[in-house]
């Protein structure tokens, strides 16, 4: 999403405003303080987002001129082009229109803004110098887990949450607790519980009727049961008098059934299978009498067939010797072109061994040798190591060289300061001697003393007045308090309280002889006799002193200097320590170098001596690694190919061999390869040819024979069926066969008619539950019909008795629950209850919230922290000058981690405030850039660098300038004019001044 034109109807101090021609590269917004920036910026969220409500803290920005409220924004998206964004005053967040490019309109914004809403867009896109400052207050052990939240969603909101839902819960319940709710509640409740139950004990009589009334529901529920079962009953009866009709009918046909004479068992369409069976028996005799002549002529042909005996015994070895012709000639190819390979593999070993030195070395070693990548890692890793430690000494050498020089330089300097600095004899009697000289001064001083001489006066006389009126009030009082102190001792005397007595008496002769002492005003007196000598000893100095000016002002200059050089002495002394404090850190370090490389040089020299290198320099290793690689893969493929080729003389014998006994064999004898191979090949063409025709011959006949099998079977097949016929039918004879099967057709149409009837009633059973032999138990149903209709009524009035009963019994117990000691109990019982139950849910509610979160904080963690970390890494390297090279999450801890291009890693808190400023805008860039995939909008940033130096700002410049070429708008709001010279410096970075609010380059 890209903001093309803003246009502010009105909107706090900000009225009838049209900014236009913003691109989607770096926005710079320019103005001094209170000219609107922070204006724009809200008036941004609120076209988005909507109008802060009037019961939020957040500035509405109303404007005070009665212009319209609101605005508009021109917003060029992937998905929608062009959309023109209105909100102007109404109900709630203001009324939002939607104007898209096609002309038309609409009301809902979501669709453009796909769920953001305005809290996450501050959190993620929007940041500002408070941010920065955030980061300075925060505790510097709380600063790990404010980082690793802002890499969610760009704000420690979700840390936030989690405390207050801890906190929630532990309020209202906590193991063990007492003054969390649901703990209180629970004890009120286990009170109140004891209370019903001891109102229970006392209810016995309630207790009975209770009985009684379970006792009455069992009987009326018994007679609800008999009265299910007679109204069953009934039923089937009244079904009984309706099948009767049916059930007649079904047994005259049973009877008329029995009377036929004997048709079963017979075969289905008994008649018509045994006239198919007889059609094809006759065509049978006729395709037998053909098959016999064909078999006849094929006899013949065979015989007349010659085949060769020795050829053909011999079939196998002759087919199996041609068809391995092309492996024998790709062998003996492959045999001469595996002994130049050998030649040339040995060569390149030889010269591999000399640039290893490794002539000694079998080739069993050389393929043993660990050429594996982790070998190789691990090779480079060493390497690395070393090359490490080499460039730490040089910089560590570099650095004591320069403290060094520092030390010796501050030594010297001290040493200079020290000589032209006055000796404290000089400087004490340069001072006196100023001191003397200044009569001005010796004037002011006397006149000093004569004020504070009048001053002391003037107190010593009130304090003298004070003195008497305090004396009369003190003892107005004191013989007030014997009075009261005399009264309290006769009345605890007459109260036996003799201890109190005895106090009383203390406490009364102590005040009697008790005299009030006035402020003493002899130590004003002494201070105005001390004045008085000072006064005298000053004028006698003025009257004293003669001296020579300019020797005066030459030893005030001389003074100066001496007070000048102390100071930058005073200096000096500190850089000296610094000096020295950075030396023995430099020693600190060179021990610390020395005890990693003793551990780097023992790995080297186990490494060296495991993998036969002794001799090769480490910026070589790499090279001589990698032609120990080679060589053993060269030496693997040599013993490979010396292996095959012993397998190639073995085959190319073994041929050898088979073609001197086909020779043999076939008594025959020939001088070259392609001889043999010509003359085998002629004699297995002739046999195949002979062994062909024969075959089909063969097969011809075989084809005959079992087509003439076929119908023999067939025709004993038909034979069978028919004889299955008769023995079904239990007849001897095709005549009998057909009498029977009339006597079939009748008696199955009666067995149909009796089916159907017997699937009615069969219906009938199946719905009422009943069966035929029920029907017979019962002589007449009609008269079953009425009986069971009084049983019915009976009932009926049975059970409406029992009611009536149970109706008394419970307006009993009504009367007794309606007391009022019990039902004020169990009622303040079910409200606590109720109580309980309802903290209960807010507790359940709060815990599962806090599980979500949980939940979902890991997810954000395992999905999306990845790919935040990834671009924070790049961003920070950046902002540090390569100086950093990895942002890392330790998955044990809520904190993240840095790593140094040193390959040292560090927490948040054991960085410098810079550093930690710079992790933190990378963690937020690179937040901002994530969520940019799914959710493009603009950043908006508030004078985000205003305190850094130059060359941070710069670095963060460069970085945004990134930012921006990777297709995302800034909108970065300044009052500083060496922001706008560092910023826009492409074509398409646009600086809005809030003088004229135009693009001014």
């Not at 038909?718 to 039918?729: H, I, M, S």
Request: one cysteine or more.
């Amino acid at each position: 999403m890209i903001i093309k034109e803003i246009h502010i109807y009105g909107f706090g101090k900000l009225q009838d405003i049209q900014i236009d021609g913003l691109s989607n590269k770096i926005q710079l917004f320019l103005g001094e303080n209170e000219a609107g920036k922070s204006t724009i910026m809200a008036f941004i969220q609120a076209i988005l987002f909507g109008f802060p409500l009037k019961n939020q803290t957040e500035l509405r920005y109303e404007p005070k001129r009665g212009m319209q409220y609101g605005g508009s924004l021109l917003l060029d998206t992937s998905e929608f082009g062009e959309v023109k964004i209105e909100r102007v005053a109404g109900k709630a967040a203001g009324e939002v229109t939607v104007f898209y490019n096609d002309g038309s309109t609409s009301t809902d914004i979501q669709p453009i803004l796909k769920g953001m809403e305005k809290s996450l867009y501050k959190g993620v896109f929007s940041f500002n110098i408070m941010d920065i400052q955030n980061i300075a207050l925060t505790d510097v052990d709380q600063l790990g887990s404010y980082l690793f939240s802002s890499g969610f969603i760009g704000s420690d909101h979700i840390h936030k949450i989690m405390q207050t839902l801890e906190k929630d819960s532990e309020a209202l319940f906590k193991r063990n607790g007492r003054k969390p709710i649901i703990n209180e509640q629970l004890v009120v409740l286990k009170e109140l519980n004891h209370d019903v139950k001891q109102w229970k004990m006392k209810l016995t009589d309630y207790d009975n009727l209770q009985r009684e009334v379970k006792e009455i529901q069992k009987q009326i529920k018994n007679v609800q049961l008999e009265l299910k079962a007679l109204q069953a009953e009934q039923s089937k009866v009244e079904t009984m008098v309706a099948i009767t009709p049916m059930l007649l009918e079904k047994n005259k046909l049973k009877t008329i059934i029995s009377s036929l004479p004997p048709y079963k068992p017979f075969p289905a369409d008994g008649r018509v299978r045994l006239e198919q069976l007889n059609i094809q028996l006759a065509s049978l005799h006729t395709k037998k009498d053909k098959l016999n002549k064909r078999l006849e002529e094929i006899e013949g042909n065979i015989r007349t067939l010659k085949i060769d005996d020795k050829v053909k015994t011999h079939k196998r070895e002759i087919e199996t010797f041609l068809a391995g012709k092309g492996e024998y000639e790709q062998a003996k190819n492959e045999y001469e072109k595996v002994q130049i390979s050998l030649e040339e593999l040995t060569q390149t070993i030889s010269r591999l061994k000399m640039d290893l030195n490794w002539e000694e070395r079998k080739h069993t070693e050389i393929i043993s040798w660990d050429a594996s990548l982790p070998n190789k890692a691990f090779m480079r890793d060493l390497v690395q190591k070393q090359l490490r430690m080499e460039e730490q000494k040089t910089r560590l050498d570099e650095q004591f060289i320069k403290v060094k020089e520092d030390v010796e330089q501050s030594e010297q300097t001290i040493k200079e300061l020290k000589g032209k600095m006055l000796t404290e004899e000089e400087r004490n009697r340069y001072k006196e001697r100023i001191m003397n000289s200044q009569n001005s001064k010796l004037e002011q001083e006397i006149e000093l003393h004569e004020k504070m001489i009048g001053n002391i006066d003037t107190q010593i006389k009130m304090q003298k007045n004070r003195n008497e009126e305090n004396k009369k009030k003190q003892t107005a009082m004191k013989y007030s308090v014997i009075s009261l102190l005399m009264l309290l001792a006769v009345w605890t005397f007459i109260q036996q309280q003799y201890v109190v007595t005895g106090i009383s008496l203390l406490v009364a002769v102590f005040l009697f002889f008790w005299q009030f002492k006035g402020d003493s005003a002899s130590v004003l007196l002494e201070e105005r006799e001390k004045l008085r000598e000072s006064v005298v000893s000053l004028k006698a100095q003025v009257d004293e002193v003669k001296f020579n000016r300019e020797e005066v002002t030459h030893m005030e200059k001389k003074l100066l200097e001496d007070e000048h050089i102390l100071q930058i002495l005073m200096k000096e002394k500190l850089q000296f320590q610094q000096n020295e404090k950075n030396y023995d850190r430099i020693i600190e370090q060179y021990e610390q170098w020395e005890e990693q490389q003793y551990v780097v040089q023992q790995e080297w020299q186990i490494w060296l001596e495991k993998c036969y290198f002794k001799s090769f320099p480490v910026v070589y290793m790499e090279e001589a690694f990698d032609k120990a690689s080679l060589l053993k893969s060269t030496v693997e493929k040599f013993e490979q190919l010396r292996e095959r080729k012993k397998a190639l003389e073995v085959e190319l014998y073994r041929w050898n061999d088979n073609r001197k006994a086909l020779e043999k064999s076939l008594n025959v004898k020939v001088e070259t390869d392609s001889d043999i191979f010509y003359l085998l090949a002629t004699k297995q063409k002739e046999l195949e040819e002979n062994i062909v025709k024969e075959t089909q011959l063969l097969e011809s006949k075989m084809e005959l024979e079992n087509e003439w099998e076929l119908l023999e079977m067939e025709q004993r097949s038909l034979l069978e069926k028919k004889q299955q016929l008769y023995t079904f039918a239990e007849v001897n004879d095709e005549e009998a066969f057909r009498i029977k099967e009339k006597n079939y057709q009748l008696g199955t149409d009666y067995e149909k008619k009796l089916l159907d009837l017997q699937g009615q009633l069969h219906q009938y059973f199946v719905n009422y539950h009943f069966n035929e032999e029920d029907w017979y138990k019962e002589s007449d149903w009609v008269e079953r019909k009425k009986e069971i209709s009084q049983l019915l009524e009976q009932l009926r009035t049975n059970e409406r008795e029992l009611y009536k009963k149970q109706s008394q019994l419970e307006e009993s117990i009504k009367v007794l629950e309606n007391g009022s000691t019990y039902s004020e109990v169990l009622q303040q019982y079910e409200i606590a209850k109720a109580k309980l139950t309802n903290q209960a849910k807010r507790w359940a509610f709060i815990q599962t919230a806090h599980q979500l979160l949980e939940k979902t904080l890991l997810y954000y963690r395992d999905v999306k922290l990845p790919n935040v970390l990834n671009v924070a890494t790049r961003y920070f390297n950046m902002l540090t000058d390569g100086n950093y090279v990895n942002i890392l999450d330790p998955k044990e801890e809520q904190t993240l981690m840095v790593e140094h291009k040193d390959g040292v890693r560090y927490y948040p808190k054991e960085l410098s405030q810079a550093t930690i400023e710079q992790l933190y805008l990378s963690l937020r860039f690179a937040v901002a850039s994530i969520w940019s995939k799914e959710h493009a909008f603009p950043f908006i940033l508030d004078d985000t660098f205003v305190n850094f130096d130059i060359a941070r700002t710069k670095q963060a410049i460069n970085l945004l300038k990134e930012i921006s070429n990777e297709g995302h708008q800034i909108l970065f709001f300044t009052c500083h004019e060496n922001i706008k010279e560092l910023m826009a410096t492409d074509k398409e970075d646009n600086v809005f001044s809030f003088n004229n609010l135009s693009p001014i380059c």
